[in-house]
């Protein structure tokens, strides 16, 4: 299995407090990707890194920011959570952009 | 926009033959990939066609007609461990970088003794 975790697996928070959510990787992987997965909408992604700063938007970025100061870590921000923002988040990777992308186990977020 | 079809729900017997349909509509398209995830897991990757035509691995086969916009995947001898949620994603380009996915829904496969 690709060397990929998210922390934490599970939070409860309640709306407008801020969260972040950590993607770590030991694979040394370039190309990382926060997604979200909801039912009846399959997962969706949120934002993408394709390298040490270099970030760009998914197609559900509203509300969202992200940060990749080393290859290792993606993390996820919720500025001002909302209950719209309750998901199952999860955070994958992938050697390049032509490369099959793998799965981190998920964090369970609920926004009260 | 950008959609990707498929059913929502199969249901199949142990060891028979199950096909999973996707049709897609992208604004651009590199490639059809196909992933599986049991409840409460991670999804995990199963095949990938950027070509027309069938691509076999083990008891999983995929298919692709991209003069179509339609794929499937093929589930051979089922078994009941093959109960779970498959998910068809298109490679598609958006903002100039490829490889991001856009997922269908999923098809909730059960498998029944």
């Known amino acids: 299995d690709a060397g990929i975790t998210q922390s934490p697996r599970h939070k409860v928070t309640e709306t407008g407090t801020p969260v972040t959510l950590r993607c770590h990787q030991t694979?040394?992987?370039?190309?990382m990707y926060w997604y979200r997965q909801d039912p009846g909408h399959g997962l969706r992604l949120i934002h993408y890194?394709?390298?040490?700063?270099?970030?760009d938007k998914g197609e559900v970025s509203d509300g969202y920011s992200v940060s990749r100061s080393k290859t290792e870590d993606f993390l996820l921000t919720l500025e001002s959570a909302t209950s719209s923002q309750t998901s199952v988040y999860f955070c994958?990777?992938?050697?390049?952009?032509?490369?099959?992308?793998?799965f981190g186990p998920g964090t369970r977020l609920t926004v009260l | 926009g950008q959609s990707l079809e498929q059913p929502s729900e199969v249901t199949a017997v142990e060891g028979a033959i199950v096909q999973i349909n996707c049709t897609y509509q992208?604004?651009?398209?590199?490639?059809l990939s196909w992933y599986q995830q049991h409840d409460g897991g991670a999804p995990t990757f199963l095949s990938y066609?950027?070509?027309?035509g069938l691509e076999e691995t083990g008891r999983f086969s995929s298919f692709l007609s991209r003069s179509d916009s339609y794929g499937y995947l093929l589930l051979q001898e089922l078994q009941m461990k093959d109960s779970a949620s498959y998910f068809c994603?298109?490679?598609?380009?958006?903002?100039?970088?490829?490889?991001?996915?856009?997922f269908g829904t999923g098809t909730l496969l059960a498998v029944q003794p």
């Open positions: 066609n950027a070509l027309d």
């Open positions: 994958a990777i992938s050697e390049s952009q032509y490369n099959e992308q793998f």
């Open positions: 890194s394709y390298g040490v700063k270099d970030t």
């Open positions: 994603a298109v490679r598609d380009s958006y903002g100039g970088a490829t490889n991001k996915l856009i």
């Open positions: 694979e040394n992987h370039r190309y």
């Open positions: 992208t604004s651009g398209f590199y490639g």
